[in-house]
């Protein structure tokens, strides 16, 4: 039997991860491999509407419901969606998944690191991604590239302090765990960031 692989794509907001996973997919696809791109928060339909509610919840939501309501829209996610996909010999390229629950509700918003990891685990049933793509950039250079494109939304909302911190979370994981975790220099051209992925890529034998 085929087997799949689960490779997510990491980093602060507004680094340029929906792109880059549309431009993997692309490439994976154009190599002849079976490919399923989802997302998290989301994924499912149930998913979905937990995502709603919880990236509406004001930011004063206790960071206990915060993580179960993630890790309940995970456990969705993975029976209905990814373990199919991989057990179907397929690529699953996911937008986020254990790595930002470790960086914002475990570094940021304080919960105990190892909770985060047993809730994780517990959540996605020992399903974990073989291959992590952080997008790593500095938030203060984001944050002036997005000026210059007149984009508004959460990244700004949370300020530069709350992203300095949410980068520094992931640099640590991708420290602890450099096989997994690549990191990609985020602020080159789309072009040049997706020439270092398909290395990345092709190193892992894709
Ligand atoms: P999304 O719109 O997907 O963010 P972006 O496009 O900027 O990547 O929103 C996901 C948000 O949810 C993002 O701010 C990170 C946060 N998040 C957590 O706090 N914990 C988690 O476990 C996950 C998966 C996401």
Do not use: W
């Not at 507004?14 to 880059?20: E, I, L, R």
């Not at 990244?155 to 096989?179: I, S």
């Amino acid at each position: 039997m085929k087997k799949g692989c689960f490779i997510t794509m990491e980093g602060v907001d507004g680094s340029g991860k929906t792109t880059q996973l549309q431009l993997t997919a692309r490439y994976l696809l154009d190599r002849g491999y079976e490919v399923v791109t989802t997302r998290e928060p989301g994924g499912t339909k149930l998913a979905e509407r937990i995502r709603n509610v919880v990236l509406d919840a004001d930011a004063a939501v206790n960071p206990r419901t915060e993580v179960l309501l993630y890790l309940a829209a995970r456990a969705e996610h993975v029976e209905k969606v990814i373990r199919p996909a991989l057990e179907a010999g397929k690529i699953v390229l996911c937008d986020r998944f254990d790595d930002s629950t470790m960086v914002y509700q475990g570094f940021v918003r304080g919960i105990e690191t190892d909770k985060v990891k047993a809730l994780c685990k517990f959540a996605a049933d020992n399903v974990q991604p073989e291959l992590t793509i952080l997008l790593d950039a500095a938030p203060e250079a984001l944050l002036q590239r997005r000026a210059d494109r007149g984009v508004q939304d959460r990244f700004e909302q949370e300020g530069l302090d709350f992203q300095k911190k949410v980068r520094d979370g992931f640099l640590l994981l991708a420290n602890a765990e450099p096989a997994r975790v690549k990191k990609v220099h985020a602020l080159q051209p789309a072009e040049a960031v997706q020439a270092e992925i398909r290395k990345i890529l092709v190193d892992a034998g894709f």
